[in-house]
Every structure is written in C-alpha cells, then in structure tokens.
C-alpha cells in the first residue's frame, strides 16, 4: 500500500510504502511535551519504505531533545511534523506522524498511548532499530 503525505503547505512530501493492506497501521500516540504540543501520532513498520523530499530546506528545521539521536522535520512555514529521523550505526531510521497522511481515514486504525521515560538511551536506540522504518531516502535535506 502506497501512503502519500505531506506538511500542510506541502514543502515536506513523502511517499510511505507500507506492506500489505494497511490494516494492520498501528498509532503509537507519544505523551511527551513536544509529541502532545505537535499532534505526534507516529507509525513505523520495519518493512516499509519511506522517501521523502523536501522542497525548500531553508523552511526546515531539525529539532533535537531529550537524548538528542532523532531529528524531528519541523517545517518553518507551516509548523508540521511529518516524520523523525534517526541515524544509528550509519544507518537511517524513521518513523512518520499519521496526522500528515494524505486520504487515509485514521479513525479505523488502533491508536495506543506510549510512554518513554526512563528509557536509557542504548534501549532507545536498540528499539528504533527493531521497530522504525529502514529504508528510507530524504531528498532536499
């Protein structure tokens, strides 16, 4: 299944290649302070693939925090965040915010508070590897 998605003025674009159906599209709703102030509501299947390209890098702002391993694309025009990167091992890694799909009806899928305090910063990095999507490309970055 193919997913489009996009920033709302539409300078972040991505394309997210989701095995299957989608039916099985998990929203993992973070309750951290950025999370809940930015509407993060994050999906990952370790067997997608994620290519995104940014149109005009100026209005992107990659916002650390917190242990400082993932970049949150924060577009400076609009203030969306469609997707995190996280760069372990040489690797790239990534997770996409649901709120950013194009034309899917988000109300039929599961969504489950989560919870990462008191997560070391090696089990981080150890579950992003797992569980977040590895292959993915960014254009314009």
Sequence with gaps: MQIEGKCHCGNIRYVLDWPGDGTDIKIRACGCAFCTKHGGNWTSNRDSELVAEIRDAALVSKYRFGTGTADFYVCARCGAVPFVASLIDDHL?????????EGIDLSSLARAATNFDGE???????RRKRNWIQTVRISGA
Aim: proline share 0%; no cysteine; aromatic share 12%.
């Design 120 to 126: 070391g910063t090696g089990e981080r990095l150890e």
């Design 93 to 101: 890694y990534a997770v996409v915010n649901v709120n950013t799909f």
